[in-house]
Nanobody, 116 residues
Framework: QVQLVESGGGLVQPGGSLRLSCAASGSISSIYGMGWYRQAPGNQREMVAV???????NYADSVKGRFTISSANAKNTVFLQMNSLKPEDTAVYYC??????????WGQGTQVTVSS
């Protein structure tokens, strides 16, 4: 019912910036949560940033002050602006969408590599 298309991943030097985009299409509820999660090899998938349909956001402590999640295009597109990137930010980043009482939909994942 919902498809997520991600873009914006890549290779960046420490201290650099990237902007991830996720466009959602399909049966989108007026009440939802969208967000970005990441998973590095050997680690659990962790929440990075989330935003809901009334604009409430939440961030992992490790990215507060560096990352910003926002929405556009009638709230069916979310962005993750990542500044001051660190090597430990290296991971596969996944976009998610979830309606209340339903399981999450996931994007395909996009690789973010922070390295000199």
């Amino acid at each position: 019912q919902v498809q997520l298309v991600e873009s914006g991943g890549g290779l960046v030097q420490p201290g650099g910036s990237l902007r991830l985009s996720c466009a959602a299409s399909g049966s989108i509820s007026s009440i939802y949560g969208m967000g970005w999660y990441r998973q590095a090899p050997g680690n659990q998938r962790e929440m990075v940033a989330v935003i809901n349909s009334v604009g409430i956001t939440n961030y992992a402590d490790s990215v507060k002050g560096r990352f910003t999640i926002s929405s556009a295009n009638a709230k069916n597109t979310v962005f993750l602006q990542m500044n001051s990137l660190k090597p430990e930010d290296t991971a596969v980043y996944y976009c998610s969408y979830r309606r209340p009482g339903a399981s999450a939909y996931w994007g395909q994942g996009t690789q973010v590599t922070v390295s000199s």
